[in-house]
C-alpha cells in the first residue's frame, strides 16, 4: 500500500477515535496546566499579538481559545467535522475564532505564505505522515515563519499506562507517541526544508497537582533537577523557514 492510499485510512481511524465521545481531557478549560503549556508554546515559539497564527489539530478548542482570551490573532484546523461542530459549540460566539475543517496536506496550496506561525498542541503523534505535512505546513508558512509543536515525551513511561488505563484512549490512536523522538521530528523537519531546529521539555506533575499553586511553584524546580531531565513529561519541537 502507498503512502498516498494509507492516508484516507488513517484519518478515517482517527476520526473514529475522536469523534466516537468528547473525550473530557480535550474539552475548553482555564487551568494553570492548560495555561502553562500554551504560554511556554508561545516562548518557546517567541510568538506576538500581531503574528497570524493557524493551530493545526484545535479539537475544540482546549488551547485555542486560551491564546485568543490573551489577544492572539489564531485560528483553528481540525480534521473531524464533528470536532469543529464541537468547537463552535464552546465558542458560542463569544471569540469568533475562525475554523477550518479538513486535512492539513489540503491546507499547504489554500494557506500558501499566509501564516506567521503554524502551531498545534499534541497533535503529531496523530498525523500520517509528518515529512508531508511538515512540507504542507512550511508553504504555509510566510518567508521567517516558524512552526512549534507541544508532544508527549516518549521516554516517560507513565504515558503509556495512560493510554492503556484511561477509558476512551487506545494504542491505535495514540500510539504515534513513540514516533515523537528528537531525531525522528527533525529529519522530518530538515527534509521539509525546515531550519533551526531545537526542542526543550519541560513538567512534572499530572494535572490534579500542576492545578495546585504549590504544584506548580514546584514543579519548576523539579525540572532543574538533571537526572530526570530527559524523561519530563512534554517537549517543544520547533523549526523555522
Not at 503512502?3 to 473525550?23: C, D, G, L, S, V
Not at 509528518?130 to 512552526?147: Q, V, Y
Not at 519541560?202 to 525540572?223: K, T, V, Y
Amino acid at each position: 500500500m502507498t503512502k498516498t492510499a494509507f492516508i484516507p485510512q488513517h484519518n478515517q481511524r482517527q476520526r473514529r477515535y475522536f469523534e466516537a465521545a468528547q473525550k473530557p481531557t480535550m474539552r475548553p478549560a482555564d487551568t494553570p496546566y492548560i495555561r502553562r503549556q500554551a504560554d511556554e508554546v508561545l516562548r518557546f515559539g517567541n510568538l506576538t499579538r500581531g503574528d497570524r497564527i493557524l493551530e493545526v489539530g484545535c479539537g475544540m478548542g482546549r488551547y485555542t481559545f486560551y491564546l485568543r482570551r490573551r489577544g492572539f490573532r489564531v485560528e483553528g484546523l481540525e480534521l473531524s467535522p464533528v470536532q469543529v461542530e464541537w468547537f463552535k459549540a464552546f465558542d458560542g460566539g463569544s471569540y469568533g475564532v475562525p475554523v477550518h475543517s479538513g486535512d492539513i496536506l489540503d491546507y499547504g496550496t489554500r494557506f500558501a505564505g499566509q501564516f506567521d506561525a503554524v502551531i498545534g498542541f499534541f497533535v503529531l503523534h496523530h498525523l500520517h505522515d509528518l515529512s508531508a505535512c511538515f512540507s504542507s505546513i512550511t508553504r504555509i508558512l510566510k518567508p521567517g515563519g516558524r512552526m512549534v509543536f507541544l508532544e508527549p515525551n516518549p521516554f516517560n513511561p507513565l504515558y503509556y499506562l495512560q493510554i492503556f488505563l484511561t477509558p476512551g484512549m487506545t494504542w491505535e490512536g495514540d500510539g504515534g507517541i513513540v514516533q515523537m523522538q528528537r531525531n525522528r521530528v527533525f529529519t522530518a523537519m530538515r527534509d521539509a526544508g525546515l531550519s533551526h531546529c531545537v526542542m526543550k521539555r519541560f513538567g512534572f506533575f499530572p494535572p490534579f497537582l500542576a492545578n495546585r499553586l504549590w504544584g506548580s511553584r514546584a514543579e519548576i524546580l523539579m525540572e532543574k533537577v538533571g537526572i530526570w531531565r530527559s524523561l519530563l513529561p512534554f517537549q517543544i519541537f520547533r523549526a523555522d523557514r
